[in-house]
């Protein structure tokens, strides 16, 4: 079964630092993988996703991610953290339902917190 | 576009009531998902919809129903609530790869 695991609950990060939510899949066959945003009190939006290809992918709002195919993983990563991007960020990966059709596993979501 | 929409935003239930749940796409589009959201446990798949008039069973379907009978609204039922239904619910519709959220309704059942 396909899944993806966010090892760290909360991040902390200056503003102004590079920042890393870490995310590693577990899946058969080629990884569809996803970044989501959830900012407070809304739904998620996306991010930025990998199907194939480069694998630095670059998103919405400055984030990027690195897939790392011999390490299973697909972190999310900013040059220069803003207060404003603090928000619960979680990966997810594809899956496919019964009749093919596609669904979303996600993460448990990493809590992002950008001090001043 | 309003894009997802979902009514209401909050409710308080009592053990054993009823309510439906309303969700909204202006988008066209053809898959709608219903989730909820649990701390620490990310969002879980309630039911889906590939198209109007059909539904089908997610991770975690008991205790919910689900209807599609016009493609823009997925309706998410509870027929019994249970203090374990307390969660915050999400609905999404699809274009391609990308899932479009709508802005939650968050639930709580006494």
């Known amino acids: 079964a396909q899944s993806v695991a966010q090892p760290e609950d909360q991040v902390n990060v200056a503003e102004g630092n590079p920042l890393t939510v870490k995310c590693t899949y577990s899946?058969?066959?080629?990884?569809?993988l996803f970044w989501y945003v959830q900012y407070p009190n809304r739904g998620l939006q996306f991010l930025l996703k990998y199907i194939t290809g480069d694998n630095l992918v670059k998103g919405s709002y400055g984030f990027e991610a690195e897939f790392n195919k011999s390490q299973t993983s697909f972190h999310l990563k900013k040059p220069s953290a803003l207060v404003s991007d603090s928000a619960l960020y979680f990966c997810?990966?594809?899956?496919?339902?019964?009749?093919?059709?596609?669904?979303?596993?996600f993460g448990a979501g990493t809590r992002l917190a950008v001090h001043p | 576009n309003a894009g997802v929409t979902q009514t209401p935003k909050f409710r308080v239930l009592k053990t054993g009531q009823s309510m439906t749940l309303l969700c909204a796409q202006d988008m066209n589009h053809e898959y709608m998902y219903w989730y909820r959201q649990d701390p620490g446990m990310g969002l879980r798949l309630i039911h889906y919809?590939?198209?109007?008039?059909?539904?089908a069973k997610g991770e975690v379907p008991d205790g919910y129903n689900v209807s599609r009978l016009k493609k823009q609204n997925f309706l998410l039922g509870l027929e019994s609530a249970a203090p374990s239904q307390t969660s915050v619910y999400f609905c999404?519709?699809?274009?391609?790869?990308?899932?479009?959220f709508g802005p939650g309704t968050r639930l709580t059942v006494l």
């Open positions: 999404a519709s699809t274009q391609g790869e990308k899932q479009f």
């Open positions: 919809s590939v198209g109007e008039g059909t539904t």
């Open positions: 899946v058969s066959g080629n990884p569809y």
């Open positions: 997810a990966v594809r899956d496919v339902l019964s009749g093919g059709y596609n669904k979303l596993i």
